[in-house]
Protein backbone atom coordinates (compact mmCIF):
# COMPACT_ATOMS: atom_id res chain seq x y z
CA UNK A 1 0.00 0.00 0.00
CA UNK A 2 2.86 1.97 1.23
CA UNK A 3 4.65 1.12 -2.75
CA UNK A 4 1.80 2.01 -4.44
CA UNK A 5 1.38 5.99 -2.79
CA UNK A 6 5.17 6.70 -3.17
CA UNK A 7 4.75 5.62 -6.94
CA UNK A 8 1.78 7.56 -7.45
CA UNK A 9 3.71 10.69 -6.08
CA UNK A 10 6.54 10.09 -8.23
CA UNK A 11 4.47 10.33 -11.12
CA UNK A 12 2.76 13.34 -9.45
CA UNK A 13 6.41 14.47 -9.46
CA UNK A 14 7.46 13.43 -12.62
CA UNK A 15 4.52 14.90 -15.20
CA UNK A 16 5.08 18.04 -13.00
CA UNK A 17 8.32 18.26 -14.05
CA UNK A 18 7.42 17.59 -17.42
CA UNK A 19 4.67 20.05 -17.37
CA UNK A 20 7.22 22.78 -16.16
CA UNK A 21 10.40 21.84 -18.80
CA UNK A 22 7.42 21.51 -21.45
CA UNK A 23 6.12 25.58 -19.85
CA UNK A 24 9.31 27.15 -20.13
CA UNK A 25 10.75 25.70 -23.59
CA UNK A 26 7.30 27.09 -25.12
CA UNK A 27 7.72 30.52 -22.98
CA UNK A 28 11.18 30.69 -24.25
CA UNK A 29 9.84 30.29 -28.08
CA UNK A 30 7.14 32.61 -27.28
CA UNK A 31 9.79 35.45 -26.45
CA UNK A 32 11.67 34.38 -29.04
CA UNK A 33 9.13 34.74 -31.47
CA UNK A 34 8.25 38.30 -30.15
CA UNK A 35 11.70 40.07 -30.38
CA UNK A 36 11.47 38.75 -33.70
CA UNK A 37 7.96 40.13 -34.79
CA UNK A 38 9.29 43.50 -33.11
CA UNK A 39 12.28 43.79 -34.75
Same mark, same amino acid.
Given at each position: ? *? ?14 ? =? ?7 ? *?? =? *??? =?? =???? *?
Amino acid at each position: E *LQVAASKAATLAHTGL =IKAYLGSFA *LS =I *LVM =IL =ITQT *L
